[in-house]
């Protein structure tokens, strides 16, 4: 079965204190995967896309990584501005989507 | 990218309504979609809205609980019908845009069924 899973659910950092968010994923065949960060009362913002292992991209203070079972969302130094739930989905060969349940981040000054 | 426009932005309905929600997009789009997000929980796609053809449901959702409208590449427009507090949810809509079809989200509609 086709699933997305995002842990942990709930992270509280202290600002400065860097960390990883894990979007692991099962899909019969990967043409992307998508890390979106979502702010309450808001839409999903596009983040980042990575398409093959190895591959990385970076934002800020984000980085995006991507192994065949699963991605990582490093967060460098984080501050207060970066609390937010962030989303990862899969995109399969035939064009589905399928979203994870989210990592709500809150970042404590 | 795309800027995408959602109306209204938050409502509150009473049981046995219809509320349409309209999603415009500031270029032509092939693909537009239709997602729920009910609190605590992922996004779960309704549909996909083609134009010029019949919107394409996901299962457990039916045209006629949720009718959707394609006239343009770059509108549509999304009714909850007969609605129930189990509908009480955010809607979003979404454009798919690239070659990587990389889905770009619109603010999302917050409702509220009583």
């Known amino acids: 079965e086709d699933q997305v899973t995002q842990s942990p659910e709930a992270l509280r950092l202290q600002e400065g204190e860097s960390s990883s968010l894990n979007c692991s994923y099962t899909?019969?065949?990967?043409?992307?995967l998508f890390w979106y960060r979502q702010d309450p009362g808001k839409g999903p913002e596009f983040l980042f896309t990575?398409?093959?292992a190895g591959e990385e991209k970076e934002k800020e203070r984000l980085k995006a990584t991507l192994t065949k079972k699963e991605s990582f969302l490093h967060i460098t130094a984080p501050k207060p501005e970066d609390s937010a739930t962030y989303l990862c989905?899969?995109?399969?060969?035939?064009?589905?989507?399928?979203f994870g349940t989210g990592t709500s981040l809150t970042v404590i000054p | 990218s795309a800027v995408i426009s959602q109306k209204p932005s938050r409502d509150i309905c009473q049981r046995g309504t219809s509320l349409t929600i309209q999603c415009q997009v500031d270029s032509q789009v092939t693909m537009m979609f239709w997602y729920r997000q009910q609190p605590g929980q992922s996004l779960t796609l309704i549909a996909t809205a083609n134009q010029g053809s019949e919107a394409t449901y996901e299962s457990g959702f039916v045209i006629d609980k949720f009718p959707i409208s394609r006239p343009n590449l770059t509108f549509s427009t999304l009714t909850v019908s007969n609605m129930s507090p189990e509908d009480s949810s955010i809607y979003l809509c979404?454009?798919?845009?690239?070659?990587?079809?990389?889905?770009?989200f619109g603010p999302g509609t917050r409702l509220t069924v009583l």
């Open positions: 979404s454009v798919g845009k690239g070659v990587t079809d990389t889905q770009y």
């Open positions: 990575l398409y093959s």
């Open positions: 899909v019969s065949g990967l043409r992307g």
């Open positions: 989905a899969v995109q399969a060969t035939g064009n589905q989507f399928y």
